[in-house]
């Protein structure tokens, strides 16, 4: 689930809400997602922008500059509708000094990874109703 980009609104990645992911997953630096993966979020091989103000006053690059390969500052099991999945949440910061923490649910069995880059209030609410098939 997306949320349609306006300006403004925090983007990691290209998305600005939950990104959902399912099969052959990428994690850190396009290497297979698994969960506790130190910086898993972070499916990119080179600088990203800033999830705000990706150009600086000055004019020069504000990417993201730590994070991206650092382990969970926080681990365990969260439920996403009926089922139970391996939450991970990391912290990281671009340079212009803005911090954000990106979270992720995965269902290892399912092969599906919840990712919130950005740590959207409503994230976890919106995880507990989802449903499944069968």
Request: aromatic residues 10%; hydrophobic residues 35%; positive net charge.
């Amino acid at each position: 689930m997306q949320p349609v980009h306006r300006a403004g609104l925090p983007t990691v990645l290209g998305c600005a809400g939950i990104a959902v992911k399912s099969g052959a997953i990428a994690g850190n630096e396009l290497r297979p997602y698994a969960a506790r993966q130190p910086g898993g979020w972070y499916a990119a091989a080179d600088v990203q922008p800033c999830p705000v103000r990706p150009t600086l006053a000055d004019g020069s690059f504000n990417g993201i500059t730590s994070g991206t390969s650092s382990p969970p500052v926080e681990s365990g099991l969260r439920p996403v509708g009926d089922r139970t999945a391996a939450y991970d949440r990391w912290t990281a910061a671009c340079a212009s000094g803005y911090g954000f923490s990106p979270q992720a649910w995965y269902l290892p069995v399912s092969r599906v990874l919840f990712l919130d880059y950005t740590g959207h209030a409503e994230t976890t609410r919106v995880l507990e109703s989802v449903r499944f098939p069968g």
